[in-house]
């Protein structure tokens, strides 16, 4: 599934702020429990800290057998009923999302009515005698509910008082299957706190095992979530039927195989539990193993005949599940069982797309070879693709290794989910300012040229130095235009101005510079400056076309408000690679505005020094190609350093 669909867990606080609190003036004295402090959650810091203190300065609780309560414990302790000593562990990684346990009482700052009555109080204090005598007095309505719909049987079979249920019970036998505003029977409430011996008497006495909850759970559903052998036995051998649905599609199976008890799944099946069933989101109890990472419960529902194949409602399967949650072990499982690596999804994703996304290089690993790589390029996506967006490096290597083509292209459809249409996955890498995937990539043959917003574009607008030396290095082309946004000179241009000595290097790596002094408008009039108050340079290209129907002109760039401080260094690292070049109207009036910049004007003026010109020349000789790799050319050092422009001081190209 691509999200996670799981019934709400009534096993877990959603956020347990304190989960024990020792009490003062002992080191190893009473503290408040997981249970008890489920009850208290709704009180403040300050009222937590006030029954804190009250519990400390009550006696300590004797050593009782389950559903037994010590006359000695005080009120406070009374009313949060019986404590583990060794509460269970929260689990780190709940298959469920956490919620405060729905049999549990609501909280409430001060007792309330029912809670003082003292038919209550005897419950409370396991004080059997005084019940049954108040339980044969006529005036004392053990059938009247409280504001949450509790009755006394209710209170003794939460608080695990087994022998008050039996003596109610004995008085009233009618009210059995008597339902709180939640719909909680007694016989819910003691499977829910696991009271063994108040289930016991409830189930004895007649206790219907079918009752469920508003949320249609049954006390076998809330048994198997409580991981309770025990009592899973004593309501299946009460006629508990074992296939109802929760109120979202669980069964008591899928509950039981969500929590990896292997016992408790055998008895239902032996009981006529459904191998398969599903919720309302078609997930089977396989399916839940697999998303859960629960080996056991998997093992036996394979061993069982469950369809290992199966799918979700979105068309995912435990595979891709398994591959989703980073289960190496689920995953070579269901493979070694022959589970299909070449389903996909509803959204075209497989196993190892998932995989590549989540960066779980050993699952990679393990589906690389089950899934067929022609059935990955039907998808139009590459897992690469997933591997580079996520910046999983290793995943990125292992799919490297395996051979997966570093040169695959975004389908058109996928193509168009993003706002620049990137295609490869060295655009990503660059886009991600990724430095270790792109060199990886790039040495492994990627293209740096496919994608129609070039690859080196993005790097240059990042500003990102390293990255465009490593695409340059590669072959990225210099003189990149952005196809959608004409302009009448290079878009490398554009991006850099703002990072001279990036600038440079562009140029010195064959960027066309005479393009930038070749305007349409001369020594004419040029057209207003469009001006935003943020300019962005796609943007601004837009309205200027739009309103010129022209391709936009490198003087129209430079006057903007957002660059035109730079004006003079730009036009001076340019002029260091074209001849003869006469600038318009437009660049002059920049040149004039600031006199620190006339030596920049007269540069300009012809004629050009003729060492100027055989330079140019001598870099038109040697090529393009040839010269990204200039310093490596049997040339002499000094021969090289003039074509590099290396006689002039490195403060020069400073960026600003």
């Not at 012809?606 to 020349?617: A, D, E, F, G, N």
Request: proline share 5%.
């Amino acid at each position: 599934m691509e999200q996670m669909i799981r019934r709400p867990s009534t096993g877990l606080l959603s956020n347990m702020a304190v989960a024990s609190m020792a009490m003062p003036g002992s080191a190893a004295g009473p503290t408040l429990g997981f249970d008890d402090y489920s009850l208290y959650s709704n009180l403040s810091d300050d009222e937590l800290m006030q029954l804190a203190i009250e519990r400390s300065l009550s006696e300590t609780h004797d050593a009782t057998a389950p559903g037994e309560a010590s006359n000695t414990t005080t009120a406070l302790g009374r009313r949060t009923g019986q404590y583990r000593a060794n509460p269970p562990p929260t689990r780190l990684n709940p298959p469920n999302p956490p919620r405060q346990e729905s049999s549990h009482r609501p909280p409430t700052a001060k007792p309330t009515d029912a809670e003082e009555d003292t038919i209550v109080k005897a419950i409370l204090n396991g004080d059997v005698t005084t019940l049954r005598a108040m339980a044969k007095d006529t005036g004392n309505n053990i059938l009247r509910p409280d504001k949450y719909g509790w009755i006394p049987l209710h209170e003794a079979a939460y608080y695990g008082q087994d022998q008050c249920v039996r003596v109610l019970l004995g008085a009233q036998p009618g009210m059995i299957n008597k339902c709180d505003l939640k719909g909680q029977t007694a016989l819910i409430l003691a499977v829910g706190r696991e009271r063994v011996a108040c289930v016991k008497a409830l189930l004895e006495k007649g206790a219907d095992p079918e009752l469920a909850t508003k949320e249609r759970e049954t006390p076998l559903y809330k048994a198997c979530e409580k991981e309770n052998a025990e009592i899973v036995a004593m309501l299946l051998n009460h006629g508990a039927v074992v296939n109802k649905h929760c109120i979202q599609g669980w069964t008591a199976l899928q509950e039981a195989v969500s929590r990896n008890s292997v016992e408790i799944c055998e008895m239902l099946l032996k009981a006529g539990a459904k191998l398969s069933p599903t919720n309302m989101y078609g997930i089977t109890p396989l399916f839940t193993a697999a998303q859960s990472g629960c080996v056991e419960t998997l093992r036996f529902l394979i061993k069982h005949g469950a369809d290992i194949n199966s799918e979700a409602s979105d068309g995912a399967t435990a595979l891709y599940e398994a591959a989703k949650n980073g289960h190496e072990d689920i995953v070579k499982l269901l493979l070694s069982q022959n589970a299909d690596a070449n389903k996909a999804g509803k959204k075209g994703l497989l196993p190892l797309h998932i995989a590549a996304q989540r960066g779980t290089d050993g699952i990679v690993s393990l589906l690389i070879k089950a899934t067929s790589k022609s059935r990955v390029n039907r998808s139009g996506i590459s897992p690469l693709h997933l591997a580079a967006e996520c910046n999983r490096d290793e995943v990125l290597e292992v799919l490297i290794e395996a051979g997966y083509d570093v040169n695959a292209m975004l389908s058109e459809d996928r193509s168009k989910m993003y706002e620049d249409h990137r295609s490869t996955i060295l655009y990503f890498a660059v886009a991600n300012g990724n430095v270790e995937a792109t060199t990886m990539l790039l040495e492994a043959g990627a293209n740096p040229n496919l994608d129609t917003f070039n690859t080196l574009l993005v790097a240059v607008r990042q500003g990102s130095i390293e990255l465009v030396t490593l695409l340059v290095e590669h072959g990225a082309n210099v003189n990149a235009y952005v196809l959608t946004h004409p302009t009448s000179f290079p878009a490398t241009v554009m991006f850099s101005m703002k990072y001279l000595s990036m600038l440079k290097y562009l140029m010195d790596n064959g960027c066309d510079a005479h393009s930038c002094f070749s305007c349409t408008y001369g020594s004419g009039p040029h057209p207003p400056i469009q001006e935003t108050s943020e300019r962005d340079d796609l943007r601004y290209i837009n309205d200027t076309r739009r309103n010129t129907g022209k391709a936009v002109q490198f003087c129209e760039i430079i006057s903007t408000q957002a660059i035109n401080r730079w004006a003079g260094p730009i036009i001076d690292v340019l002029l260091d690679y074209v001849g003869h070049v006469k600038l318009c109207s437009r660049l002059t009036e920049h040149l004039d505005s600031f006199g620190d910049w006339e030596a920049i004007k007269e540069k300009a003026t012809p004629p050009r020094p003729l060492m100027q010109l055989c330079r140019l020349k001598i870099r038109q000789q040697v090529g393009l190609h040839r010269l990204r790799c200039i310093n490596k050319l049997p040339l002499p050092p000094r021969v090289i350093k003039y074509l590099n422009h290396e006689e002039r001081k490195q403060e020069e190209f400073c960026a600003f």
